[in-house]
């Protein structure tokens, strides 16, 4: 499956964003998928993610209750809706699927597919 992300942009604190990662050369309800963000100077990081195995997501400390992950089997699209936002969810967001059913924010190296990034900043 290929991965295009898109959807990023500066904004405000307190602002929102919805990125989207249109996949193609698959279905991408059999897969399980997520969005990772790299800050500059810092390590990758898992932001949230949906097992195919039942549909449950699981979110980041960090982002809970601002940022909802979801997926639109009909456009074979995913997305990271982000309110609330803040100068520290500034990074470069990348989307992410693999085959196996079962989704983990825990590491990257899960992740068999990526899509190539797109910039989100958050300033006044």
């Known amino acids: 499956v290929q991965l295009q992300a898109s959807g990023g942009g500066l904004v405000q604190p307190g602002g929102s964003l919805r990125l989207s990662c249109a996949a193609s050369?698959?279905?991408?309800?059999?897969?399980?998928i997520g969005w990772f963000r790299q800050a500059p100077g810092k390590q990758r990081e898992g932001v949230a993610c949906?097992?195919?195995?039942?549909?449950?997501?699981t979110y980041a400390d960090s982002v809970k209750g601002r940022f909802t992950i979801s997926r639109d089997n009909d456009k074979n699209t995913m997305y990271l809706q982000m309110n609330s936002l803040k100068t520290e969810d500034t990074a470069v967001y990348f989307c992410?699927?693999?085959?196996?059913?079962?989704?983990?924010?825990?590491?990257?190296?899960?992740?068999?597919?990526w899509g190539q990034g797109t910039q989100v900043t958050v300033s006044s």
């Open positions: 992410v699927a693999d085959g196996r059913r079962l989704c983990i924010i825990d590491s990257a190296l899960w992740y068999h597919h």
């Open positions: 050369g698959s279905t991408l309800g059999q897969y399980a």
């Open positions: 949906i097992s195919s195995a039942d549909g449950s997501a």
